[in-house]
T-cell receptor, first 115, second 110 residues
């Protein structure tokens, strides 16, 4: 399977703990996105990488959230001091940007539950 | 006002029906537009891009109206397998912050 993969698929944690999620994009894709989705809502943009450079961050991404894409391949999203409001599905998407528009391919997501 | 707005539905239609969804966007400088489909507890998948001239893919037709700032999706001859949430997606100003609507739920019944 050469699609976008995410790990873990599910994470249950206690409030105050730190969690880290991993995303492996489609291998030739240079763009990588992180989104958060809650029930009944569409995905909300969190951040975007072009290769290893983080080019855009949403105001939703508080200082407890950090994302990296160290070698322009896989990416990690870390949430420090988790809160119950962080419970959501965290989606990663990748794309191969040849022009300004691109088609994003999503991974299956990591479902986070904060108790 | 939300940047991208959709009627949440649900739309309940019989098999074979034609159903249309609209989506409005607030940023007149928006550059690119898409419809994604999301099945229950699954990731979104691209259904089709929306071009200025409109485009058609089988039973699906997408239209863009820049003057009124909306895009539409028409599904003809609905199938049971079309039951899903349809997400309107807008890329404002050619940037990278992609905005998703909250989605429109469609149920197609036999």
């Amino acid at each position: 399977d050469t699609g976008v993969s995410q790990d873990p698929r599910h994470k249950i944690t206690k409030r105050g703990q730190n969690v880290t999620f991993r995303c492996d994009p489609i291998s030739e894709h240079n763009r990588l996105y992180w989104y958060r989705q809650t029930l009944g809502q569409g995905p909300e943009f969190l951040t975007y990488f072009q290769n290893e450079a983080q080019l855009e961050k949403s105001r939703l991404l508080s200082d407890r959230f950090s994302a990296e894409r160290p070698k322009g391949s896989f990416s990690t999203l870390e949430i420090q001091r988790t809160e119950q409001g962080d419970s959501a599905m965290y989606l990663c998407a990748s794309s191969l940007a040849l022009w300004s528009t691109d088609t994003q391919y999503f991974g299956p997501g990591t479902r986070l539950t904060v108790l | 006002r939300k940047e991208v707005e959709q009627d949440p539905g649900p739309f309940n239609v019989p098999e074979g029906a034609t159903v249309a969804f609209n989506c409005t966007y607030s940023n007149s400088a928006s550059q690119s537009f898409f419809w994604y489909r999301q099945d229950c507890r699954k990731e979104p998948k691209l259904l089709m891009s929306v071009y200025s001239s409109g485009n058609e893919d089988g039973r699906f037709t997408a239209q863009l109206n820049r003057a009124s700032q909306y895009i539409s999706l028409l599904i003809r001859d609905s199938k049971l397998s079309d039951s899903a949430t349809y997400l309107c997606v807008v890329n404002p100003s050619g940037g990278f912050k992609t905005i998703f609507g909250a989605g429109t739920r469609l149920f197609v019944k036999a």
